[in-house]
């Protein structure tokens, strides 16, 4: 399988795009890989690059986009940071992955057991660290259920991922509410912003 060129770039639309990468997962839940040549993906990008989505995804070791979404060099622009949320300066890297470098698809991918949730969840604090932390927690407050504190807590893992997932979708819409770009991108069908899960008991993402 060799890089994607602007041609092939150009004939993907967010909803291809999208079916790649859910192909792909389906790939490596089932440790079958494309057969790719990574050195010769060095060389056939080694004059541009042309990906057709990006992917914010969190710094876990066990999540990395390129892996889960079974990509090669050139495929995708891949954003992480602990916590998977946005900033101006992620907000940016999206706008250039899409509106300049021609990316047809923003994926916001959370995943389950995640640890800067669980600080959030504990309202850690601990350097830069708290800074950090203080960004996510919207998405704690924002999850009612349990009302008891002491289930509200890193321990409670069932808390720990819906507080993930509502991390995602308070992701995406911050996105669309700082980034007038993508959001007339999206509106105007050019690309698709979506939310995902990833499992890191079975390795499968859960788009939603």
Do not use: A
């Given at each position: 399988m060799k890089a994607h060129t602007k041609e092939t770039q150009s004939t993907m639309t967010p909803e291809k795009s999208l079916n790649f990468l859910k192909e792909g997962n389906l790939?490596?839940?089932n440790n079958l890989k494309a057969n790719r040549n990574l050195l010769e993906q060095v060389n056939?990008?080694?004059?541009?690059q042309f990906p057709f989505a990006t992917i914010l995804s969190c710094i876990d070791s066990r999540v990395s986009a390129e892996l889960v979404f079974d990509q090669g060099?050139?495929?995708i622009f891949s954003i992480r940071i602990a916590g998977n949320f946005v900033n101006e300066d992620i907000l940016g890297s999206m706008e250039f992955a899409c509106k300049l470098a021609g990316t047809k698809l923003i994926v916001v991918l959370g995943?389950?057991?995640c640890g800067a949730i669980k600080g959030a969840c504990d309202h850690a604090e601990m350097g830069n660290l708290t800074k950090l932390i203080e960004k996510i927690t919207p998405a704690v407050n924002a999850v009612s259920?349990?009302?008891n504190e002491t289930q509200r807590t890193s321990k409670n893992i069932d808390f720990?991922?819906?507080?993930s997932r509502k991390n995602v979708e308070l992701t995406i819409e911050r996105i669309h509410t700082e980034s007038p770009i993508l959001?007339?991108?999206?509106?105007n069908n050019e690309i698709k912003i979506v939310g995902a899960m990833y499992d890191i008991n079975s390795g499968e993402v859960t788009f939603y």
């Open positions: 790939r490596f839940q056939d990008t080694s004059d541009g060099l050139g495929d995943h389950t057991s259920e349990p009302t720990v991922n819906t507080v959001s007339e991108m999206e509106k």
